[in-house]
């Protein structure tokens, strides 16, 4: 009996083993891209994806360049300070968009326009996806809700 048991135990610890093996055989296959949650405007600019790769963009909305169209048709632009991007998107936008408000959405960059089928922004007034602010941060642009532009 008690050879039987200490055999059980090797032998789940075995599967496990091979389980634990074949996930991280699986992550390791994955695209690099794979992990990020978004990219901003300046790394966008710098290397284009490819027009069927499916991301995500974040950053500020570009003070004056929101247009409507007919519609639920939008345009407008997104900067991290670096570089702006160009957005169209055909929906309901969220109720808290607004130009110089934190903004990531989803969808393809095609012919030098982000395409978005998706558009979140921030929940209230001082709420920005902290992606978003480390990335504002790191380009000198980001202003505290105190209106007082923050350092690294």
Known sequence: ??????????????????????????????????FQFFRSPSEVA??????????????LV????????????????????????????????PDLFAEGQGMVGQGRYVNGTFQAVEILAKHDESYMPKEVLDALKEQGVYVAPDAAVATN
């Open 1 to 34: 009996m008690r050879g039987l048991k200490k055999k059980r135990r090797v032998q789940v610890l075995a599967l496990s083993g091979v389980c634990l093996a074949a996930v991280l055989g699986l992550l390791a296959l994955l695209p690099d891209d794979s």
């Open 46 to 59: 710098a290397d284009p994806p490819r027009e069927t790769e499916l991301f995500r963009i974040g950053g």
């Open 62 to 93: 570009e003070e004056g360049t929101i247009v409507r169209g007919t519609g639920t048709e939008v345009q407008f632009s997104v900067t991290d300070g670096g570089a702006s991007i160009p957005v169209t998107y055909t929906g309901i936008l």
